[in-house]
Nanobody
Framework: QVQLVESGGGLVQAGGSLRLSCAAS?????MAWFRRAPEKEREFVRR???????GYADSVKGRFTISRDFAKNTMYLQMNSLKLEDSAVYYC????????????WGQGTQVTVSS
């Protein structure tokens, strides 16, 4: 079974930047980032398909960029102009077939934005 490993989280000041990585151990189709802040529901952040088509949540429009290195089976999330409300555990997710949606999840990486 494909496994996902996130990295790149940490502590950053508001207005700063971080880049998250998600390495997959095998082939995936659409990959995505989700996040969950304390006492909030998990929310979608950005996604990228196997063809490179992307989608985003309005809350990160113009600030977060998603990319993918297909040769390395790795997805990236470049986060700029970070805000306090971006603090959350960020999860990488992937689909490995066309029927089951996001069926593989990473363990999560903490992003904390300080004032």
């Amino acid at each position: 079974q494909v496994q996902l490993v996130e990295s790149g989280g940490g502590l950053v000041q508001a207005g700063g930047s971080l880049r998250l990585s998600c390495a997959a151990s095998g082939r995936t189709l659409t990959m995505a980032w989700f996040r969950r802040a304390p006492e909030k529901e998990r929310e979608f952040v950005r996604r990228i398909s196997a063809s490179g088509t992307t989608g985003y949540a309005d809350s990160v429009k113009g600030r977060f960029t998603i990319s993918r290195d297909f040769a390395k089976n790795t997805m990236y999330l470049q986060m700029n102009s970070l805000k306090l409300e971006d603090s959350a555990v960020y999860y990488c997710a992937a689909s490995t077939n066309h029927l089951s949606g996001y069926n593989i999840w990473g363990q999560g990486t903490q992003v904390t934005v300080s004032s």
